[in-house]
């Protein structure tokens, strides 16, 4: 058993660390557009700036991302073997249609990287929108292979165990898959968003009142503020969706013990296992029922109504997603308020607690999707695939997984510490005004070859 | 033709262009690795940013195309493979991680942070030897045909014997060697535009062409001892054998003279323009330095035998033509 402890360790790292990246690497793009459409439309300096700061950051970020997905692709043979012998042929599919995309996405970087000054400014521009549907298409994709082992359909289980009738279309769509591919996608926007508008808060916070700072964290709210009233409908979906099709995930991040009607939704607190009950929590009365079944006397199903040995672990699930949902209720109470006071000051705001929980909302988002993966993930626990292969069905039997473990944790804490390192470097590598002058600099002549 | 056969042809036609593009990129590691001292070190090291940095992810792509169709559509096999060769799976993806990343790390530091530079650049040249050759031992435990699971789905030899042989090894060390070849091959056409880079690695791809011929060579009898089933399929086999040699003679008399070797080389044979053998492309008129280099074509496992029909029919040429770019890249 220690073994597969290991194996989960060591894969849900490599997920956690490339999940970031991921989600990066989605909405970067959609930040080179919008900087470079606007300088190209605007001529302000300033965006191009911006533009080419964030070209840098993005060719690394998007090299680790790309790098982690290769070590991902390989692990799931190497640390599932059953599992992938199970369901290659549903999940499969999906994950082969995202090569695809990959192959989109990393074509385009290297024109888009090395094609500034070949290309025409507009040409340039429109290489980067193959960039955003690369990256957001094989998100997608990915999440529907992750939906199915949460809702698996599309194939029957013969009386050898082998896996026949395979229905590749239902098995991509399974039922969970537009609940989870939107709320990634929405959680991605925010996330990111929140992310660049905190690089440029914490400039301002040490001092920088400049142009070139103002515009990136309006840029990094204007594309959070777009995300984040998403976030609440998708949320909402996602909380019906699990109440539909995977009431034993909804039960215990809950958590909900026994059966109810007019079940209270329950924040905070502890999951007492001995007595099952909740202590110390804040319950609103039948909200739960209302939310996921819209009747306040709608039963929901507790975790008594699953057998004990397929009960997922509420410890494992309950804080993870009360800190998401807080978190998502933080960011977007933020927007409200940054708006206000970019209304009250006529520009970007500069108190400096506004900044400062800024540049804290830039950490909490990817800590949000971080926190949402481990309900999706422990939530459908003991299973793999939700009812049809437990994950001790699934693992690998082959020895040292923790050697393994040990070896991947050094090998991503030196990987982000040297990122981090390299990012801030390059972030505050050349003062931007600098930057701007360079900018306009360049701009000039260019307008004096087009005289 | 049969649906799965469609499938081994698409997959291995992704792990050969993985092998190609992919071995272009890690060979180059290597040499970056190597590019240390010299009045030239930091160009080749520039070149080498400059060539593979706009394409390496996208030639990483075959080896994920590579997974995605033995998970798919072979999946019992990758189960196997994943189980049995868990070692030098993990070390091979490893190495990409570190070594994709450090390379993106590496091209920007060089404005950012210079003196993390050479750092980054161990990193990822270090990691760029490691991945073929741990994919190298895992093809060369496979092909051997030596991986046995018991009915438990557990390796019969356990975890390390399977690939641990002489015959995994040596087709790790070819692979480094392919890669190392390769990419001298790739960086001697991209730098073109400067004469005394490309006579860099006009030299590195011979030097490569010769130590890929004599590991070649020895894998004869590694082979033959190490993987017997291998061997049977590959020693009575007529056909495959003619195609073998006809395909050395062919690479060989596009390669030019392959004997005698460098080494051989007297100071005193005067130098004839227009030999120069496969990496003289694009030259053109310009002289060639007081010595000649011959070529090797660096056949990997062709027969030695080879060789020596190159070898007369090239000493009667008097006057060999250059080779034309093209010729030159389908090569």
Known sequence: LENLFAARAVFGMSLSFHIMFAALGVVMPFFLLLSQGLYLRRKNPVYLALNKKWTTAFAITYAIGAVSGVVLTFGLGLFWPRFMDFAGPMIGVPLSIEVMFFLLEAIFLGI?????????????????????IGGFASMIVVILANSWMNTPVGFEVNEAGEVVNVDVFAAMFSPSWYAEASHMSVAAFEAVGFAFAAVYASGMLRGRRDQYHRNGLFLGMMVATLAAPLMIFSGDHTARQLAANEPAKLAAIEPLFETQEGAPLSIGGWPDMEAEEMRYDIEIPTLLSVLSLDEPNAPIQGLNEFPEDERPDPRAVWWAYDAMTGIGFFLATLIPVFWLFYWRYRGVPTNRLLLAALT????????????????????????IAQGVMRIDE?????PGIGIAFIGFALLYVFLSSTLIWLLKRIATGAPPEEEVEEAQEQEESEGAYAL | MPFDVILAGALGASILLFALAGGADFGAGLWALLARRGERATEQQQLIEQSIGPLWEANELWVVVSAVIL???????FAAYGTALFIPFVLAIGGILLRGAFLAFRIEAQEEAPAAYRFFGEI?????IITPFFLGTAAGAIASGRLRLNENEVPVDGYFQPWLGPFPIIVGLLGVGTCAYLSAIYLTIDASDNEPLQEDFRIRGIIAGIALGILGVAAIPITRADAPHMWEGLAPGLPASILMIVAAVFLGSLAGPALPPALLARPSRRHRPGRGGVLRVGRGTVPLPARTRHNHPGRGLAP???????????????????IPLVTLQAF
């Open chain 2, 71 to 77: 998970w798919s559509a072979f999946a019992p096999a």
């Open chain 1, 360 to 383: 804290l909302s830039g950490f909490l988002g990817f800590l949000a999707i971080l926190l949402g993966w481990i309900v999706t993930e422990e939530g459908r626990q003991p299973w």
């Open chain 1, 394 to 398: 699934g693992f690998t039997l082959a």
């Open chain 2, 124 to 128: 990822f040249g270090s990691m760029s």
């Open chain 1, 112 to 132: 888009y990287l090395f094609g500034r000054d070949l290309l025409s400014p507009w040409l340039h521009w429109a290489s980067a929108i193959p960039l955003l």
């Open chain 2, 304 to 322: 030695a035998g080879a060789r020596r029909h190159v070898h007369p029919h090239h000493r009667l040429r008097r006057r060999p033509r250059p």
